[in-house]
């Protein structure tokens, strides 16, 4: 009899919890690119596109497509940016990406998911950075002053499958920077790049689904 009032207690516990709020718009894609976008006034950034190919939950996941033939230029990035404006810290970040294609000749292609903290609503204001590597290189890429890496991974990223990622949001900012930045906006940038200039021609198709921020 305990362990049934027991189990019916943890049913009714479950039932109460309130599911997590999602502090993105439009996180599994499904409602086309909007309110997600590029920067388009970047020479080092293409664009996204919305893909029917594959998708974890629905019917559509984000595309992002890096190809390039041997270059002088350095650094390449094709991604996809979503804004929020607040000064709380969110919990987590989390979310789904699949590699379809990993075609590398550069020694610094990888993937990662960007949080960047800006002091103000400008664009342009003083921010604090951090960088999630998921997949594809094993050192820090470059110095950046107001940036931290973190490796999710230091391995060649596992084609053919979805791949979960988390990270705690605060618990990152206080052991990397050592407190809670103050902050007006949050951006989340999903990006596939390479920033040493390829020997080869260079391919790499990697899908985004299910993106959360709460």
């Known amino acids: 009899m305990k362990r049934v009032l027991a189990l019916l207690l943890m049913v009714l516990f479950l039932g109460c919890q309130r599911?997590?709020?999602?502090?993105?718009?439009?996180?599994s894609f499904e409602e086309g690119e909007e309110p997600w976008?590029?920067?388009?006034?970047?020479?080092y950034w293409q664009g996204f596109h919305i893909s029917d190919q594959t998708a974890r939950t629905g019917g559509k996941s984000c595309l992002t497509f890096l190809e390039a033939s041997p270059q002088p230029q350095g650094t390449l990035v094709v991604?996809?940016?979503?804004?929020?404006?607040?000064?709380?810290?969110?919990?987590?970040?989390?979310?789904y990406y699949y590699v379809k294609t990993w075609e590398k000749t550069s020694e610094t292609m990888y993937i990662q998911v960007v949080v960047i903290f800006f002091q103000e609503e400008d664009y342009n204001s003083p921010s604090t950075q951090l960088?999630?590597?998921?997949a594809g290189i094993s050192k820090r890429p470059f110095a950046i002053e107001n940036a931290k890496f973190i490796f999710v991974t230091r391995?060649?990223?596992?084609?053919?499958?979805?791949?979960?990622?988390?990270?705690?949001?605060?618990?990152?900012l206080i052991n990397m920077w050592g407190e809670?930045?103050?902050?007006?906006?949050?951006?989340?940038?999903?990006?596939?790049?390479?920033?040493?200039?390829p020997l080869d021609v260079?391919?790499?198709?990697?899908?985004?689904d299910d993106i959360f921020v709460g």
């Open 155 to 172: 391995e060649e990223p596992e084609t053919g499958k979805w791949i979960y990622f988390e990270r705690n949001l605060k618990e990152d």
């Open 79 to 95: 991604g996809v940016v979503q804004e929020i404006v607040t000064s709380d810290v969110p919990e987590k970040v989390s979310g």
């Open 202 to 208: 260079i391919k790499a198709k990697v899908y985004w």
């Open 37 to 43: 976008f590029w920067i388009k006034t970047s020479v």
């Open 131 to 134: 960088r999630y590597i998921l």
């Open 19 to 27: 599911p997590e709020t999602n502090l993105l718009e439009n996180p």
């Open 180 to 197: 809670i930045p103050s902050f007006k906006r949050i951006g989340i940038y999903l990006e596939v790049r390479y920033d040493s200039v």
